[in-house]
């Protein structure tokens, strides 16, 4: 059974950095993509980022293009979200999840194995 926990969530003032972890187990990053995901109070669940188990290769949704950063340590079995430049907008629970059926990741709701979350909020 693949478990995913978030962590690295906190109160960050607009303009401020924070890095989010995904810390894999069950199961190797070289099988599973990665998604990350946020939902915000009234809102839809939304993907934002993710990286491909096969190549590596990532996908961003516009909102975050240019201000966040995913990447992954195979050795750590952990996927990172980094952030920058963050908004009030980008104030919300996020969350990672994984699945070893896309060859190429997507920033669908399709994904099999989800984790807790971890809540970002963007204030001053």
């Known amino acids: 059974q693949l478990q995913l926990v978030e962590s690295g969530g906190d109160l960050v003032q607009p303009g401020g950095s924070l890095r989010l972890s995904c810390a894999v187990s069950?199961?190797?990053?070289?099988?599973?993509?990665i998604g990350w995901f946020r939902q915000a109070p009234g809102k839809e669940r939304e993907g934002i980022s993710c990286?491909?188990?096969?190549?590596?290769?990532?996908l961003y949704a516009e909102s975050v293009k240019g201000r966040f950063t995913i990447s992954r340590d195979t050795a750590k079995n952990t996927v990172y979200l980094q952030m920058s430049s963050l908004e009030p907008e980008d104030t919300a629970v996020y969350y990672c999840?994984?699945?070893?059926?896309?060859?190429?990741?997507?920033?669908?709701?399709?994904?099999?194995?989800w984790g807790q979350g971890t809540q970002v909020t963007v204030s001053s």
């Open positions: 999840a994984a699945d070893s059926t896309f060859r190429l990741c997507v920033l669908l709701l399709e994904y099999h194995y």
């Open positions: 069950g199961g190797g990053l070289d099988t599973y993509a």
């Open positions: 990286i491909s188990s096969s190549d590596g290769s990532t």
